[in-house]
């Protein structure tokens, strides 16, 4: 567990309130928020944090089910839960199922976001704070139009009588571009423990740029129109022009830490290469529990677990990883390559967190040897390994967001901060933009890009300019459980089904291109009757 630098909602309006005296003229009373940074902050935390719970897990299992980087298993029917994880493997989403029942969360936010707007609108602050509220807009929109397509356009708040509508989802995008270009100068470019966690300057050009390498996409005349092969991107140099500005301010590098300390439970505003993170903590802001997900399901049955101590809480180990993104952990040297749990699985140094001689047991007293195939005991959507030692051996997993004890037994909530945009994203972002036709700058080419990341972590550097498919397998690589797996594989066009093997002749699965956005939950079409369900969903 570790110290946070950011104070919740209750806290900051303590920092306004709590005083002992309740005998205060009502004169002296705040009726408008006063126009500083405490006041704000106050408003605004409740802005910031409203995600916190669903990347802490649900937003996780949406996008990282649906690539190729993890599969649902399940242990002769525990698990299943009703398809909600096999569903988004499949891509046999419904609109039933938990794992993309957080559109409201989004709306919530949107909602939030007005609210303090028109407060501090009318309170007459300065529009460096409104625009904090606005850049946390843009981004709920940015989330809800990734994942599913049309969105409503929350530009004001909704009344009780108004009919909420969707609109087009290249409409969502221009929307968001105009947002976020209206207030980057208004934004703080100061990089502090501050400003952690909060959307700066920074945060909105990454965010710009995500919605510039997606533009052909995000403005297709229909999800299913968008052709990797064929598709021209007009926001190439834009997109360039704002990797730029984030490099060139020298305020984020690649980090003076080792990969795997990058997400460690002690991480945080320290780590040069965030540019935008989601901070947890065990206590004080709980909701990530990636560890209970992707952890062997026996560790908690032994005296000591690969994580280098007993855990008090069980696993679920519902998510493993695919052989195909196994084989991406293969370059000699790569640093990366120690977070990946195969064959004999050693125990892990807490401290250092890297493997040590010592060989993880299960309770049983064997050795814990994973196999990077996975075999089913029947090709149905239950995905069952079986509920047993040999099943629970199915499939390589993963240590990046290493697991303590002095955190997991407290609900499963770790300590490890989340992040959302970082610095070697940016650098990837502008190898790609180049690649794909942008004009390069700078003196940067793609290789020169591409193997700043290849040097950090210690793997072997290219002497040509890099494919598109090394792109995206370096991707894979470096950002590995960071939820922009789903992301890159519909733009780069891996999203479909022959780039699925291990799902092959499985009758409920459905790779079909519509399957790129996901189903409005029912819950969200009962509130919203004008709604239509998006297509390929309908049934």
């Known amino acids: 567990m570790k110290n946070k630098f950011f104070m919740s909602l209750a806290g900051g309006l303590l920092l306004l309130t709590g005083c002992t005296d309740l005998n205060v003229d009502v004169d002296s009373l705040y009726t408008k928020y006063p126009n500083n940074d405490i006041a704000v902050e106050a408003k605004m935390a409740d802005v910031y944090y409203q995600l916190r719970g669903c990347f802490g897990r649900r937003y996780m299992e949406a996008q990282e089910l649906s690539s190729d980087e993890y599969t649902a298993v399940s242990y002769g029917g525990g698990w299943y839960d009703n398809g909600a994880y096999a569903h988004p493997s499949l891509h046999a989403y419904t609109k039933d199922d938990a794992t993309i029942d957080w559109m409201g969360e989004l709306m ?17 602050a300065d529009e460096k704070y409104i625009a904090r509220a606005r850049a946390m807009r843009a981004f709920f929109e940015f989330v ?12 004001h708040i909704v009344t009780k009588d108004e009919v909420l509508e969707r609109s087009p989802r290249a409409k969502v995008a221009e929307f968001i571009e105009s947002e976020l270009k209206d207030i980057i100068p208004l934004l703080t470019d100061e990089v502090s423990a501050n400003t952690y966690g909060k959307p700066t300057k920074w945060m909105a050009e990454a965010l710009l740029v995500k919605l510039y390498i997606n533009w052909p996409v995000y403005t ?28 060139n301010s020298k305020k984020f590098n690649l980090g003076s830490v080792p990969y795997r300390k990058k997400f460690a439970y002690d991480n945080g505003y320290k780590i040069e290469d965030f540019i935008y993170a989601m901070p947890y903590d065990t206590y004080t802001a709980t909701g990530m529990q990636y560890g209970r997900a992707i952890t062997w399901k026996q560790a908690k049955d032994v005296d000591k677990s690969y994580y280098g101590m007993k855990l ?65 005991k029947t090709k149905d959507e239950h995905l069952d390994v079986g509920d047993n030692v040999n099943g629970y051996n199915q499939g390589n997993r993963n240590v990046k967001f290493f697991v303590i004890d002095d955190d997991y037994k407290n609900g499963r909530n770790q300590s490890n901060d989340l992040p959302i945009f970082r610095y070697a994203d940016i650098l990837l972002e502008k190898a790609e933009a180049i690649t794909r036709g942008g004009k390069a700058t700078n003196g940067d080419t793609p290789q020169s890009l591409f193997n700043q990341i290849r040097s950090y972590v210690k793997a072997p550097t290219i002497d040509h300019n890099p494919s598109l498919k090394e792109i995206l397998d370096e991707r894979g690589r470096e950002f590995l459980g960071e939820n922009w797996r789903r ?36 819950d969200i079409l009962n509130v919203n009757p004008t709604w239509k369900q998006n297509p390929g969903y309908e049934k």
């Not at 809800?144 to 530009?155: E, K, L, T, V």
């Not at 807490?350 to 994973?370: H, Y």
């Not at 089904?497 to 939950?521: C, E, L, M, S």
């Open 108 to 124: 919530s936010g949107c909602t939030k976001a007005n609210t303090v707007i028109r407060d501090l609108t009318e309170s007459g």
């Open 144 to 155: 809800m139009m990734d994942c599913w397509g049309d969105a409503p356009i929350m530009d």
């Open 220 to 247: 297709a005349a229909s999800v299913d129109q968008y052709d990797a092969a064929t598709a021209k991107n007009e926001k190439l140099d834009e997109c360039i022009k704002y990797c730029d500005d984030i490099i």
């Open 312 to 376: 008090h809480n069980s696993a679920g180990g519902y998510m493993t990883m695919t052989p195909e993104c196994a084989a991406l952990f293969s370059l000699p040297g790569d640093e990366r390559n120690q977070l990946i749990l195969r064959d004999t699985v050693h125990v892990y140094d807490p401290t250092t967190q890297l493997p040590t001689k010592e060989v993880a047991l299960d309770k049983s007293g064997d050795s814990i040897v994973l196999t990077t195939s996975i075999t089913l």
């Open 487 to 522: 992301n890159d594989m519909i733009r780069f066009g891996t999203f479909e089904g022959q780039f699925f093997p291990h799902y092959t002749g499985f009758p409920t699965a459905n790779f079909d291109k519509t399957r790129r956005i996901f189903p409005v939950h029912k």
